[in-house]
Nanobody, 127 residues
């Protein structure tokens, strides 16, 4: 059974930092793109960041560009999201995801192009 398990969320003050982790089990994702999405209360799930299979390229939503960094450790089957300069608008449930296209060339911001999902992790930024 494939599982993606997020950790590292919580409550932080505006301007602070958090590092999210997403560990995969049941399948190796070293050849597949990984991503992070988030969903704020009353809003649709939105793309945050994605990274290709070997970590050589990444892409970010404009709202987090320059503040968030996605990275991966294929030896640990884990993807990370370093979040700096957090703002109250970043408050959401954060989901990690993984694609099932082998070494996909194009990075995707579309949620339905990710087959595997974590259970979600609350991040709350207080003002």
């Amino acid at each position: 059974q494939v599982q993606l398990v997020e950790s590292g969320g919580g409550l932080v003050q505006a301007g602070g930092s958090l590092r999210l982790s997403c560990a995969a089990s049941g399948r190796t994702f070293s050849n597949y793109a990984r991503g992070w999405f988030r969903q704020a209360p009353g809003k649709e799930r939105e793309f945050v960041a994605t990274i290709n299979w070997n970590g050589g390229s990444s892409y970010y939503a404009d709202s987090v560009k320059g503040r968030f960094t996605i990275s991966r450790d294929n030896a640990k089957n884990t993807v990370y999201l370093q979040m700096n300069s957090l703002e109250p608008e970043d408050t959401a449930v954060y989901y990690c995801a993984a694609q099932s296209v082998y070494r996909a060339v194009a990075l995707s911001t579309i949620s339905n192009q990710y087959e595997y999902w974590g259970q979600g992790l609350q991040v709350t930024v207080s003002s």
